[in-house]
């Protein structure tokens, strides 16, 4: 099993980044997808998910910035992120959970820095 997140780096303030999940070795379609971010010295914390039927959900902060969306043809996450801010900065995890069997998989992260 293999989820690997690209598409973090370095933006100014009010920019936007895409980030990208493939996902590999599970049946991608049946599991809910989520993003994760944990920031220097605080907890991981929820950002969105969307389940396998599509339903969307997202953290207070990011409503109407960030957008999830998935490919089930292939195998893939998205987090468009617009308007960024300092204070979402983080390294972004892609996490996969099977609701039925309660199997999940973490992938490794992608930084995410925006500076003021």
């Known amino acids: 099993v293999q989820l690997v997140e690209s598409g973090g780096g370095l933006v100014q303030a009010g920019g936007s980044l895409r980030l990208s999940c493939a996902a590999s070795?599970?049946?991608?379609?049946?599991?809910?997808m989520c993003w994760y971010r944990q920031a220097p010295g605080k907890e991981r914390e929820f950002v969105a998910s969307?389940?396998?039927?599509?339903?969307?959900n997202y953290r207070d902060s990011v409503k109407g910035r960030f957008t999830i969306s998935r490919d089930n043809a292939k195998n893939t996450v998205c987090l468009q992120m617009n308007s960024l801010k300092p204070e979402d900065t983080a390294v972004y995890y892609c996490?996969?959970?099977?609701?039925?069997?309660?199997?999940?998989?973490w992938g490794k992260g992608t930084l995410v820095n925006v500076s003021s």
């Open positions: 070795g599970f049946a991608f379609s049946t599991y809910a």
């Open positions: 996490y996969a959970v099977n609701i039925v069997s309660k199997y999940s998989y």
């Open positions: 969307i389940t396998s039927g599509g339903i969307t």
